[in-house]
């Protein structure tokens, strides 16, 4: 089991099968992970510019975000018989220790939602929503701050910040804490996307996992300000989670943060995804936010939320082995 430390959108709801997809290409190789599933564990990346991306992303542009569903329908419909068979990742066990920031001097209460399977939660600094730009729309996912050798390193779903395959989005940003419209500490702009070639160049739901090394706002680092959660690699299966996101598709509005917790199973439609499944009715918007073993934020990071199947009230996401581990490793060390 690999794991690495730190602090502490989306699930989609989606019609039959969805999942939320990113513009991506360019790459950039990094060393093979020993056990990995479907080859060498190669590493896609685009450098960003964060040239007017926190201007534009004004409170009504994020606001008004689409929350990503109709990519997600478009990821899970390519993936569906494209991968059909894919041996189980199983590599060394990893752990990386997280950052813990300084505590929230008043965390502002969210809103509750009484639908099966998610709770409202209070903001967590280190959990926050993504905002990007693909083919010229404006998408919603949700993100969170991990530990990295740069202190500057944000999880989300590969679909977030590539279409898989495709480009890589522009006007990448990270909003911790958000809520209600509020950015409390700062929007975040990214220096770099990195996700595996394996979703970058194929779209192989296996591996919807992708990082944005983030620029430094105002002298500091994310960590810094916000902390960062420790993350867990080639980890036992059927494990408990909590998860949580930012859904933002109805009933949802994406102004506060959700929770789901459970006991993770395969997903019996697709299990060439070898991917895991939670008990949650999170919607779009939710795609990218963490799991963390356990039942708390405070938890080793171990998956994000990266798709579901309509009325079924589960929510998927990926296995973190060697193949993904390389991909945190080289955004970290970026």
Known sequence: MTRTKALATS?????????????????????????????????????????????????DRMKNATSGDVLADKAMQRGQNKHLTSPAEQGPASTVEGKQAAADPAAANGSTVSLKANKGENPVKHIGKVFFTLGGTNYVCSGNSVTAANESTVSTAGHCLNEGP???????????????????????TAKALYAPTQWASDGNMQYDTGFAVMNTLHGQTLSDVVGASGVQFNAARGLSYKAFGY???????????????GTATKDPYNPQFNSQG????????????????????????????????????????????????????TASAS
């Open 247 to 261: 859904p933002a598709a109805p009933p949802f509005n994406g102004q506060s943060l959700k929770s789901c917790s």
């Open 166 to 188: 495709g480009a890589f989005a522009t006007n990448f940003a990270f909003v911790p804490a958000y809520l209600n419209g509020a950015a409390p500490y700062g929007t975040w």
């Open 11 to 59: 699930l989609l709801s989606l019609s039959a099968a969805a999942l939320l997809a990113f513009a991506g290409t360019s790459a950039a190789t990094a060393a093979p992970s020993p056990g990995n599933d479907a080859g060498s564990a190669v590493v896609s990346s685009q450098a960003a510019s964060d040239s007017g991306t926190a201007s534009y992303w004004t409170a």
């Open 278 to 329: 939670i008990p949650c009715n999170m919607t779009g918007g939710s795609s990218g936010g963490p799991w963390f073993i356990g039942n708390s934020s405070s938890g080793y990071q171990n998956s994000v939320n990266s798709y579901g199947y309509g009325s079924k009230s589960k929510m998927y996401g990926p296995y973190w082995g060697t193949v993904i581990q390389q991909a945190y490793s």
